[in-house]
């Protein structure tokens, strides 16, 4: 029982470039998450994802897509990378009991 | 004001001290709390859900106040492995959408 993996783990990206990254759960969760993470900013929501099939966004959507693939996997993509882009990003997933969020173990992006 | 609100420290506390965080929250109808905590260059996990009658695990007391909105954690006979960030989080009813402190840093010294 893995919970929620993310890949990359790391990666270096020019200003303009594209990438997605990935998440999966294997807890049949029904809600997925990507945050950003920023030094003196905390956990801000990019998108989520209430069930299969729909995608809402968050708080700083600009710049990203997401899909939900299916029920276990929900992708972000950065279509043109930027600088102000560099950040840890998380993703997280969270069944029906109270909303209780499990992570990701982060992905660790720098633009340059 | 921000929806949720933490002291962001940090607390520098000696080995074996009791230490409280508070958290403070602006929306009433707020219905589920919960204390993450963050190691450094790790993920949140969850600490511990906060529920109406206060709830404790182990050296960990958490209690809410609908009154005043806010929430406390309180940790006893703090341990060095307790040195983290404790993030605040509170979810409104209906909403898929948990709102994050910037979290409070604790560092617990010999």
């Known amino acids: 029982n893995a919970g929620v993996t993310q890949t990359p783990k790391f990666q270096v990206l020019k200003t303009g470039q594209s990438m997605t990254l990935q998440c999966a759960q294997d807890?049949?969760?029904?809600?997925m998450y990507w945050y950003r993470q920023d030094p003196g900013m905390g956990l801000r929501l990019i998108y989520y994802?209430?069930?299969?099939?729909?995608?809402d966004k968050g708080e700083v959507p600009n710049g990203y897509n997401v899909s939900r693939l299916n029920k276990r996997e929900f992708s972000l993509r950065l279509e043109s990378a930027a600088p102000s882009q560099t950040s840890v990003y998380f993703c997280?997933?969270?069944?029906?009991?109270?909303?209780?969020?499990?992570f990701g173990p982060g992905t660790r992006l720098t633009v340059l | 004001r921000k929806e949720v609100e933490q002291d962001p420290g940090p607390f520098n506390v000696p080995e074996g001290a009791t230490v409280a965080f508070n958290c403070t929250y602006s929306?009433?109808?707020?219905?589920?709390f919960f204390w993450y905590r963050q190691d450094c260059r790790k993920e949140p996990k969850l600490l511990m859900s906060?529920?109406?009658s206060g709830n404790e695990d182990g050296r960990f007391t958490a209690q809410l106040n609908r009154a005043s909105q806010y929430i406390s954690l309180l940790i006893r006979d703090s341990k060095l492995s307790d040195s983290a960030t404790y993030l605040c989080?509170?979810?409104?009813?209906?909403?898929?959408?948990?709102?994050f402190g910037r979290g409070t840093s604790l560092i617990v010294h010999p």
């Open positions: 997280a997933s969270s069944g029906a009991r109270r909303n209780e969020q499990f």
């Open positions: 807890m049949n969760h029904n809600s």
């Open positions: 994802s209430a069930s299969e099939g729909t995608t």
């Open positions: 929306n009433s109808a707020s219905q589920s």
């Open positions: 906060v529920y109406s």
């Open positions: 989080v509170v979810l409104s009813g209906g909403s898929y959408i948990p709102t």
